[in-house]
């Protein structure tokens, strides 16, 4: 079955290690080689700066990562860059395609024309906060939890405009409202459900019912303390979660999104790219193939 998995570090790791092998290596979770045996056929990259890197040196580290996305992603591993949904209709069969995230808009500062220059130069999905504030918005761990302010608005506008998805993982509860009334293309590229796991990074019900009205899509996450609060995480975890998005009303509204390459622990039997396949075999088991079908892909590309 194709996968649309709607996020990954690799770049991140890239900017970190710019030797990695990303075709066939060992270091990364998600490699060329383990889409293609996992049937991944749609993967979104993400520019995530570490919060280590100094703040003068953020948008330089951001520009780097989409130089590294084009030179050994698209043109050295030969994937296939999806820039609009034409692009992901266009795909063929045995092709694999590469989407361009933002994770956090720290990188930009204050600065519109940064974003707009991200944009240009490929970026269709945008976080506008890590795990805490910045000049747009409050994150998810920010123990104020403010909303957007005046320039996490004009951002917001912006990606409207521009008909780029706007990503509330890690966004603040008080920002995740403001972008529902200001946006209407959202996604929770990696979260999870609250009422499970009490986790500031994952989603209330009525943040998922709302996500759900709003015709969004939320990318069930393979974090262990998102999953579950006993330590190991299992894909029956994984399914807890998927289960309780259906019963929302969601079951056309999920995808995944695995943070493969964000995170040092992993799903036991889900560490790697190509260990999709044991998700895929635990999903038929309690669902129609249809609706596997969409959780795996549908449900991400018909909203791209």
């Known amino acids: 079955m194709k996968i649309f998995d709607a996020h990954c570090d690799v770049l991140m790791k890239m900017?970190?290690?710019p030797k990695i092998d990303f075709i066939d290596g060992s270091y990364l979770h998600v490699t060329k080689s383990g889409m293609k045996k996992a049937g991944v056929m749609v993967q979104v990259f993400a520019i995530y700066v570490p919060e280590a890197i100094h703040p003068s040196m953020r948008f330089?580290?951001?520009?780097?990562?989409v130089e590294l996305f084009f030179e050994r992603i698209i043109k050295e591993a030969g994937l296939t860059f999806i820039g609009k949904k034409e692009d992901l209709r266009a795909l063929n069969k045995g092709e694999m395609g590469a989407i361009l995230a933002l994770e956090g808009c720290d990188c930009i500062e204050m600065d519109l024309l940064r974003l707009r220059t991200l944009l240009r130069l490929g970026v269709s999905s945008v976080g506008l906060t890590w795990n805490h504030a910045n000049a747009l918005?409050?994150?998810a761990l920010e123990e104020r939890q403010g909303g957007l302010t005046r320039f996490g608005k004009e951002v917001v506008s912006l990606l409207k405009e521009r008909g780029c998805w706007c990503d509330v993982s890690h966004l603040s509860e008080a920002?995740?409202?403001d972008c529902l009334e200001l946006h209407n293309r959202i996604i929770a590229s990696h979260s999870n459900c609250q009422s499970i796991v009490p986790h500031p990074r994952n989603l209330t019900d009525e943040q998922l019912e709302a996500l759900i009205g709003h015709d969004g899509q939320i990318g069930i996450t393979f974090v262990p303390e998102f999953l579950t609060t006993e330590g190991t995480a299992t894909i029956s975890d994984v399914l807890h979660h998927v289960d309780h998005v259906c019963s929302l009303g969601g079951k056309k509204?999920?995808?995944f999104g695995s943070d493969f390459d964000g995170i040092d622990r992993t799903v036991i039997g889900l560490d790697r790219t190509e260990a999709y396949g044991h998700l895929v075999n635990e999903l038929l088991k309690h669902y129609r193939e249809e609706d596997v079908r969409g959780f795996l892909y549908d449900n991400f590309a018909s909203r791209y």
């Open 253 to 255: 509204h999920i995808g």
């Open 15 to 17: 900017l970190m290690e």
């Open 60 to 65: 330089e580290a951001a520009l780097t990562m």
């Open 137 to 139: 918005a409050d994150g």
């Open 175 to 177: 920002g995740f409202w």
